[in-house]
């Protein structure tokens, strides 16, 4: 089993002011896989407010204190509700559930599922009284303990502090995860105890030469002889429980009171509650500490013989770990949602994967492997990146978008090729504002100093240039896409060259195709065609390429050459062989308008040296910061205005949020 989607109404951010509730039409839905689902957002986009919807409805092993509160209802409501939905029950697993299911299909294809839900109402300040209901219909039954348990959760909190969760305390973390363990569950006459009880012989005996112990059975002696069968030696420490005696037996006058030392009480929970967990090193940081005890709080969903739901709720998840580490542990979890890392079955179980009807339901994969249910939240462009995209999905104002198959314009190709190339650098797209796509270096170095000098500063706003190194911005473009048409309110600007060479071109190569040759509005217009569409738009440039129309722009120009003259001079100190500019700006312009000025700009001093365009455009990034440039300077229709529009568009905030 799994859970499947989670309803909201009415709940902290996600709500209206009625309290009449439309259950057709939640504030929010959150349809989640059976394995990995990473929610990625900006903040207080309600990835935690997810996160604790669920916890409020099935509650954590750890049995940590969680109820709904006044503050987590929408402002000024009165009634709120959650309901979460599991589908894909097994029948061992439906088994626990059989008065609240509800079936869907027909005859033979009828499939169970299980809704269970919190609807809650706030009268003034009095406490609020609600019970956890579950069924078919909308009103549904209390669902009572023993249910419940089986679909506890386990939680790990945003700020984990290891080292404390995992020493020996009264009702530890550590001894939680244990009683829950089929080795310890239900257990008092546990081997751990009769340790226990040897180790409280051999105590008193310690203080008491006498190797016959009444307090102690003839099993318990027989099992202490094991460990201990020689009678030990007088000792300084039997003076101490001497002189008590002696002392209790003048204070009570008699002496029928025996001084008795001991380390633990003989039940296997407080047992467990004097174990600690530590990895051979105990030097290690936090980081380590960490990767312990996740991996510890992972033992609840390893059971082999557990029958509730597998579900991990774990909120950023890279809280103090490197980022190779982090990598290790996202990558164990997405193995572990395909079924690739085994969890053992039952003693004396055999499963036929082919033959085995339950195996969806029971998150078991074709090898009859069997996984666990992940919902996570993180910051980490690292995770972004290693995730599958199917697997993400990105929370943006009052809503929310899987990324999987279903919900966007990708297709099958798009998913393979974005798994390849989408790297931590290009993952920032999920967590921006707003988004400007390039296709190489020059573009993400100018842009955000145009940007600055415009006014915009893209770092404050929360945009995130993606530089995708290739022209392949259609499957870029199509992640913010949606199928059903509905805007993810996300600005995306593809700002791309227009790749059609000048008519002084000719020059260089008499048979080229050049500006002359075609509709150059036709072309500008069928290329923004076909990446353009909800919050996705396209700037191209009027010209050729950014460096040519930088070259077109008066008030740029002199920077451009400067630039180049620099990144020669940045190369020629490198070593390598290439002749230096040395005939001034006015002089290099002498005799030529702006259009040959820009050709030979962009022509003969960068493409035919082979200068390298990253180095030129860091030098006039740098050069942009000139105190006497203006916006309307890098605004002029016929050269660099394509830029200020799309830094405006991703900047502005007239977008659906």
């Not at 689902?37 to 309600?46: K, Q, R």
């Not at 339901?361 to 069997?370: D, H, W, Y």
Request: with cysteine.
């Amino acid at each position: 089993m799994y859970l499947s989607s989670l309803k909201l109404w009415n709940f902290r951010k996600y709500g209206s002011s009625a309290d009449e509730l439309d259950l057709s039409k939640p504030d929010l839905e959150v349809p989640f896989t059976q394995g990995l689902n990473v929610l990625i957002g900006e903040n207080d986009s309600g990835k935690t407010t997810i996160i604790d919807a669920i916890k409020i409805v099935l509650h954590t092993h750890s049995g940590e204190w969680i109820r709904l509160l006044p503050e987590d209802f929408y402002k000024p409501a009165n009634r709120l509700r959650i309901e979460c939905r599991f589908d894909a029950l097994s029948d061992e697993e439906a088994m626990h559930f059989v008065e609240w299911l509800g079936m869907e299909g027909e005859a033979k294809n009828a499939k169970p599922y299980l809704k269970v839900m919190v609807d809650a109402t706030k009268k003034g300040n009095e406490r609020l009284h609600y019970d956890v209901r579950a069924g078919a219909d909308d009103e549904g039954h209390r669902l009572d303990a023993e249910a419940r348990d089986y679909l506890l959760t386990t939680y790990l909190k945003p700020l984990r502090d290891a080292k404390t969760e995992l020493v020996p305390k009264r009702n530890s973390r550590l001894s939680q995860i244990l009683s829950g363990l089929q080795a310890f569950k239900g257990k008092e006459e546990h081997e751990l105890s009769r340790i226990s009880k040897c180790f409280e012989c051999l105590l008193r005996m310690y203080f008491k030469r006498d190797h016959k112990d009444r307090n102690c059975t003839e099993k318990e002696c027989r099992y202490r002889d094991r460990f201990y069968p020689e009678r030990p030696a007088p000792n300084k420490e039997e003076a101490i429980r001497t002189n008590l005696q002696e002392m209790l037996d003048d204070f009570f006058g008699h002496g029928d009171y025996q001084a008795m030392f001991g380390v633990m009480p003989r039940e296997l929970r407080n047992i467990l509650e004097q174990f600690k967990l530590s990895l051979s090193d105990e030097e290690l940081g936090l980081g380590s500490q960490n990767l312990l005890f996740i991996a510890a709080e992972l033992l609840n969903l390893r059971r082999p013989n557990w029958s509730g739901l597998r579900l991990a709720l774990i909120e950023e998840l890279e809280a103090h770990l490197h980022p190779q580490a982090q990598m290790r542990v996202i990558e164990y979890l997405q193995e572990t949602a395909e079924g690739k890392v085994t969890i053992e079955k039952k003693e004396n179980e055999q499963s036929d994967p082919k033959n085995d009807t339950s195996k969806e339901a029971a998150n078991v994969n074709e090898n009859g492997r069997q996984g666990f249910q992940t919902i996570l939240t993180t910051h980490s462009p690292n995770l972004g990146s290693k995730v599958k995209l199917e697997n993400i999905i990105i929370c943006h104002g009052m809503h929310v978008f899987p990324m999987g198959a279903e919900y966007t314009r990708l297709e099958e190709p798009d998913y393979a090729f974005l798994e390849r190339f989408l790297d931590a650098t290009k993952a920032n797209l999920f967590f921006a504002k707003g988004v400007i796509i390039v296709e190489g270096p020059s573009e993400e170095l100018i842009i955000p100093a145009m940007a600055k000098k415009a006014g915009h500063d893209l770092t404050k706003a929360g945009i995130s240039i993606v530089n995708i190194g290739n022209k392949a911005f259609l499957r870029y473009a199509k992640i913010f896409q949606r199928k059903n048409g509905s805007a993810m309110g996300i600005p995306v600007a593809v700002v791309t060259d227009l790749d059609i060479k000048p008519d002084e071109y000719k020059a260089v190569e008499p048979v080229a195709n050049t500006e002359k040759d075609y509709d150059l509005n036709a072309k500008t217009n069928a290329k923004a065609k076909k990446y353009d569409g909800q919050k996705v738009k396209t700037f191209i440039s009027p010209h050729w390429t950014l460096e040519y129309c930088i070259g077109r722009s008066k008030a740029l120009c002199a920077l451009l050459h400067q630039a180049v003259k620099d990144a020669i001079d940045e190369i020629r100190k490198d070593g390598k062989s290439v002749a230096a500019i040395t005939e001034t700006y006015e002089t290099f312009c002498k005799g030529k308008d702006q259009k040959n000025i820009a050709f030979d700009l962009y022509q003969k001093l960068i493409r035919d040296k082979s200068i390298s365009k990253t180095i030129v455009a860091q030098h006039l990034a740098a050069a942009l910061q000139e105190p006497n440039l203006c916006e309307t300077d890098l605004a002029d229709r016929d050269s660099t205005g394509y830029l200020i529009d799309a830094i405006k568009y991703v900047t502005s905030n007239n977008h659906d949020r």
